[in-house]
């Protein structure tokens, strides 16, 4: 098996977990943390034969990591290692490392919350922190506390503020060292009153023909990418891009053989353009990437107390994400990162909870249905937002007068949607209703 920068440190991991039952690891991007624990862990005494899930944050790197891992065991996905998304299982009876996406955890602990079988959770980059994975920590330190005290969780991240985390978690910590190459970083200045998708051209046709190798281009979102792709198509017509350079998209909504062109090398060796959203940007391993163009630009929910939805929002990253797409640059030999933001504007240092600046009637839901609002949460969900959802799913009567889940409010919960939209779809009573709540 090949050697990983986070090899070294597994057996240090493994007498950890011997001993405690949850552990803080910090590893940077290419130490091989997503893919070298779990296995590590597959002949450890105390699981008994339970299964390792490990979560991660899309669909994407879920697929990847499961198809890793097996790859290295010499198997198929489904036999030992296996991965569960929305609407796409591949596992078995004989599947021992299970790679979910963080929304199914919390379904899996609400409808067991003894976790029958499963001896271990890894949370893998939870530095995203999105709300389903700070839910899902939350649930599961209450079932270790009440019913499972021999369940280990294992808390991954590239860049967090593992000191923190460990003494809310009251764990050991450990941190890998990883196999990183220098990144020269250069913030590439627009021309005066020059539109994004004419500096990002600039940029890619100057990269190509300045550096070796594929380049990454992180943007937000997919109707960015498809004005990339146009305007780079372009420069090939042109000819100022050679015609043999691939432009490839990388986002969760992409069939899987369409990720699968992203994520290995071009089979007859010609060079790559991707185009990809965040879902690059950890957990899954772009080879042959020796440039990153950077937009500085991501979407991320935020509250729109106007709609009483989240909405998606483009917004700057933080400082850390920007470190981490540069490092993606450096994972096979020495690279290049180009930034399209002024070197002047400063970033926040580190992504803000997701849990801080979105709708909470859908965690309001969970927590009802769970039967403990209390519950401990690296962050506390804000407790004017959490008062709002509450209101809401009262007015929808998915909770009665004492704040109790009804019968409908599990139906509600069980649709896993927004609970404005779930309500919406269970109130028709006629083929005429049912046509408006859910057009074709």
């Not at 991991?13 to 070298?36: F, I, M, N, Y």
């Not at 021992?96 to 893998?124: C, K, S, Y």
């Not at 401990?376 to 909770?399: E, I, M, N, Q, W």
Request: charged share 25%; proline share 7%; glycine share 8%.
């Amino acid at each position: 098996m090949t050697a990983f920068p986070i090899t070294p440190l597994l057996p240090a991991l493994r007498e950890s977990l011997a001993v405690h039952p949850r552990l803080v690891l910090e590893a940077p991007p290419g130490a091989g943390k997503t893919t070298q624990v779990p296995l590590a862990l597959l002949d450890a005494p105390w699981r008994a034969g339970g299964r390792i899930l490990m979560l991660e944050p899309r669909r994407v790197a879920a697929r990847a990591a499961a198809g890793f891992m097996a790859r290295q065991l010499g198997e198929t996905v489904g036999q030992t290692v296996g991965y569960r998304i929305r609407f796409e299982a591949k596992v078995s009876a004989a599947t021992q490392v299970e790679v979910l996406t963080e929304g199914i955890l919390t379904r899996w602990i609400q409808d067991d919350p003894t976790l029958e079988g499963v001896a271990a959770i890894l949370f893998d980059e939870f530095h995203e922190r999105h709300l389903a994975a700070d839910l899902g920590l939350a649930l599961a330190l209450d079932v270790q506390a009440q019913l499972r005290p021999d369940l280990r969780i294992v808390v991954m991240s590239a860049t967090l503020d593992g000191e923190r985390l460990a003494r809310f978690l009251d764990a050991p910590r450990l941190t890998a060292e990883g196999r990183a190459y220098p990144v020269t970083v250069r913030h590439f200045p627009a021309r005066r009153d020059e539109p994004a998708g004419a500096q990002l051209r600039r940029c890619v046709e100057q990269a190509l023909a300045a550096h070796p190798g594929d380049l990454l281009v992180f943007l937000p979102g997919q109707r960015e990418i498809a004005e990339a792709t146009r305007a780079l198509e372009s420069a090939q017509a042109a000819g100022s891009i050679p015609a043999d350079v691939r432009l490839l998209p990388l986002h969760g909504e992409l069939p899987v053989e369409a990720q699968s062109a992203a994520l290995n090398p071009d089979p007859e060796g010609r060079r790559r353009v991707v185009l990809a959203t965040n879902v690059a940007e950890s957990s899954v391993t772009l080879p042959g990437v020796r440039v990153v163009i950077d937009s500085g630009l991501a979407r991320e929910p935020r509250f729109e107390p106007n709609s009483g939805f989240s909405r998606l929002d483009t917004v700057a990253i933080s400082q850390a994400s920007a470190e981490q797409r540069a490092g993606r640059a450096g994972r096979v030999a020495e690279g290049w990162c180009y930034r399209l933001w002024p070197e002047s504007q400063r970033l926040e240092p580190n992504r803000r909870a997701e849990i801080s600046q979105v709708e909470l009637s859908g965690l309001a839901l969970e927590l009802a249905a769970w039967g403990e609002a209390e519950l401990r949460f690296v962050d506390a969900p804000p407790r004017g937002a959490l008062a709002a959802g509450v209101d809401l799913l009262t007015s929808l009567g998915a909770l009665d007068e004492r704040g109790r889940i009804s019968a409908f409010g599990r139906r509600v919960l069980a649709l896993g949607t927004h609970p404005r939209l779930a309500a919406m779809l269970l109130a028709p009573s006629d083929a005429v209703e049912i046509a408006l709540a859910s057009p074709a």
